[in-house]
């Protein structure tokens, strides 16, 4: 079946850092692969999407490639805020059911 | 935002009671989920629903059943709850089948669930 392996939290960078989170999937045919963000007490949102090989997804600062060869989506940001502090959870779509990663918990101190 | 509302909130019951948790939307979306979510388990799926009356089991479906009689409403009820149940549920709405499945899906504010 399909899975999503990301990068074991918690992460803790200084404001203005850099940010990787790794993502890694196993999936038949071709999914469809996302990024989406969990504020305290909220619902998680869509950060950002790609649909096939290659497609750059890009919201806010985040940026993720689908990467078919190397079955990777991770997401990067250049500098982080304080108010991305959240917790980020890889996700894809495919046969009909999406599979979630167990996120990654970001805390960005000033 | 996505219309989804889900009810209660907050909910404290003892070991054996029945609960039921609600999910309402506004979107007319014909697919509805229930998932939990708990610390180092991300969000596993419950159950779904693809229409009115159209169910089909998650990872997770033991000791849940679900229900689904018009478009807007999905229920989720535990009919005899127990602590390994105490977890926060989200119910979501969005497309996973066929030419939907490029589109993501849409949460609610989740409900927490304490049994005690």
């Known amino acids: 079946g399909n899975s999503v392996t990301q990068m074991e939290g918690p992460v803790t960078l200084s404001e203005e850092a850099f940010l990787t989170i790794n993502c890694t999937y196993t999936a038949t045919g071709y999914p469809s692969l996302f990024w989406y963000v969990q504020y305290p007490g909220e619902g998680l949102q869509l950060l950002l999407k790609?649909?096939?090989?290659?497609d750059k997804g890009s919201n806010k600062g985040f940026e993720a490639t689908y990467r078919k060869e190397t079955t990777s989506f991770h997401l990067e940001k250049g500098s982080v805020q304080v108010s991305d502090s959240a917790v980020y959870f890889c996700?894809?779509?495919?046969?009909?059911?999406?599979?979630f990663g167990d996120g990654t918990t970001l805390t960005v101190k000033p | 935002d996505a219309g989804i509302t889900q009810s209660p909130r907050h909910k404290v019951t003892e070991t054996g009671t029945p609960v039921t948790l609600r999910c309402h939307q506004t979107?007319?979306?014909?697919?509805m989920y229930w998932y939990r979510q708990d610390p180092g388990h991300g969000l596993r799926l419950i159950h779904y629903?693809?229409?009115?009356?159209?169910?089909d089991k998650g990872e997770v479906s033991d000791g849940y059943s679900v229900s689904r009689s018009k478009t807007e409403d999905f229920l989720l009820t535990l009919e005899s709850a127990t602590s390994s149940q105490t977890s926060v549920y989200f119910c979501?709405?969005?497309?996973?089948?066929?030419?939907?499945?490029?589109?993501?899906?849409?949460f609610g504010d989740g409900t927490r669930l304490s049994i005690l």
């Open positions: 629903s693809y229409g009115v009356k159209d169910t």
């Open positions: 996700a894809l779509t495919g046969a009909g059911k999406s599979t």
């Open positions: 979501a709405i969005g497309g996973t089948g066929g030419a939907e499945s490029n589109q993501p899906q849409h």
């Open positions: 790609a649909t096939k090989a290659d």
């Open positions: 979107e007319n979306h014909r697919y």
